[in-house]
């Protein structure tokens, strides 16, 4: 499953893999790079992560990767 979009409405992690963890591989949900990696603090963002590969990781089926991709903005002056 790519993207796994964990702030999305049904994305709940501990269900996905709950539900579909032996039928599936998830592909993302690594990190959310909407309302946490842009806002949160360096240990915050951390856990976060941690938290998710906790979830997501046992018994395989696991390819870690951000929600989405993550824009960079380049200004020259």
């Known amino acids: 499953m790519n993207p796994v979009q964990?702030?999305?409405?049904?994305m709940d992690p501990e269900r996905l893999k709950r539900e579909f963890g032996d039928q599936i591989s998830f592909w993302g949900g690594g990190v959310d790079t909407q309302h946490v990696l842009p806002f949160a603090k360096?240990?915050?963002?951390?856990?976060?992560?941690?938290?998710?590969?906790?979830?997501?990781?046992p018994r395989g089926g696991y390819i870690y990767?951000?929600?989405?991709?993550?824009q960079l903005v380049c200004v020259f002056m």
């Open 65 to 70: 990767a951000s929600v989405h991709n993550i």
């Open 42 to 57: 360096t240990e915050e963002v951390a856990e976060h992560v941690k938290k998710l590969i906790k979830i997501f990781a």
């Open 6 to 10: 964990i702030s999305a409405r049904g």
